[in-house]
């Protein structure tokens, strides 16, 4: 029904930026809201970022807030995550999810559709 395709991960020094794109395609006309989650290895996915795609509201991991920035282009059916300041704890894959329900939501489950993730990498 919808299909995500995350790019723009890579390998950055701490204090570096990156900036991820999420574009979706198919029935894209059901997506009420995206999100950006990220899982480490061995922990669990981690909300961190989110924004509705009526109104642009937006909900930040507190983790990010005045790091990362959220925003998306619905003619381009794109979301970004400008990320600054980039730390080592920061190193993940992180992965676009979109809801047909929660214009915002910042928990896993408020979420039907994902993409299959791009690697993010902060050394030190």
């Known amino acids: 029904q919808v299909q995500l395709a995350e790019s723009g991960g890579g390998l950055v020094q701490a204090g570096g930026s990156l900036r991820l794109a999420c574009a979706a395609s198919?029935?894209?006309?059901?997506?009420?809201?995206m999100g950006w989650f990220r899982q480490a290895p061995g922990k669990e996915r981690e909300f961190v970022a989110a924004i509705s795609w009526i109104g642009s509201s937006t909900n930040y991991a507190d983790s990010v807030k005045g790091r990362f920035t959220i925003s998306r282009d619905n003619a381009k059916n794109t979301m970004y995550l400008q990320m600054n300041y980039l730390r080592p704890e920061d190193t993940a894959d992180y992965y676009c999810?979109?809801?047909?329900?929660?214009?915002?939501?910042?928990?896993?489950?408020?979420?039907?559709?994902w993409g299959q993730g791009t690697q993010v990498t902060v050394s030190s």
């Open positions: 198919g029935r894209t006309f059901s997506i009420f809201g």
């Open positions: 999810a979109a809801s047909r329900f929660s214009g915002s939501s910042y928990a896993v489950k408020g979420y039907e559709y």
